[in-house]
T-cell receptor, first 116, second 113 residues
């Protein structure tokens, strides 16, 4: 079965500092990986996704993530955090794509607080 | 283009009462998902529709939960009767057939007293 671990429940950074949110997955084959962000009272917004190819993927809002097969990780990074980045971040994995993408397995999320 | 629309945004009911949530997916999206998000947790899939057909409902508690997607567009998720443990956010998402990105609505926050 697929599973996703986000080891950090809450992270606090200062505005302008760099950020790395950790995500580890458990799945035998190459997974399809996603990062979503959820602001209070809002739905989840896709930041970026990895299916194949270049293991460093660029997303919206200046975020990037790197797929490391040897570590079963897909960590999210941003070189300089803005106060508006404060939100909850979810890593997710899926087994299939296309019409059978079906079930996304989400981690429990990492709450990001940004100090001014 | 309008995103996924859900209503109501908030609902407070007493236990044992029925409740229904409505979702209107993005126009043209054939696949529709209902997720349950408990406090402090990531979303978990309840049911997935391909057009009118429920193709994955293994996680839906069928004794009290039901869903429908008439005409392959809008969908309704119902709970009858509601229990205290059903308090959570219910998220709807949609995607184009044969594509990969799921677009989420803002969710319905249910409180059962």
């Amino acid at each position: 079965a697929q599973s996703v671990t986000q080891p950090d429940i809450h992270i606090t950074v200062s505005e302008g500092a760099s950020l790395e949110l950790r995500c580890n997955y458990s799945y035998g084959a190459t997974p399809y990986l996603f990062w979503y962000v959820q602001s209070p009272g809002q739905g989840l917004q896709l930041l970026l996704k990895y299916f194949s190819g270049d293991t460093l993927v660029q997303g919206i809002k200046g975020f990037e993530a790197e797929f490391k097969r040897s570590q079963s990780s897909f960590n999210l990074r941003k070189p300089s955090v803005h106060w508006s980045d404060a939100a909850e971040y979810f890593c997710a994995v899926a087994r299939d794509r296309g019409s059978t993408l079906g079930r996304l397995y989400f981690g429990r999320g990492t709450q990001l607080t940004v100090w001014p | 283009e309008a995103g996924v629309v859900q209503s109501p945004r908030y609902k407070i009911i007493e236990k044992k009462q029925p409740v229904a949530f409505w979702c209107n997916p993005i126009s043209g999206h054939n696949t529709l998902y209902w997720y349950l998000q408990n406090l402090g947790q990531g979303p978990e899939l309840l049911i997935r529709y391909e057009n009118e057909e429920a193709v994955d409902d293994s996680q839906l508690p069928k004794d009290r939960f039901s869903a429908e997607r008439l005409k392959g567009v809008d969908s309704t998720l119902k709970i009858q009767p509601a229990e205290l443990g059903d308090s959570a956010v219910y998220l709807c998402a949609s995607s184009l057939e044969y594509t990969d990105t799921q677009y989420f609505g803002p969710g319905t926050r249910l409180t059962v007293l």
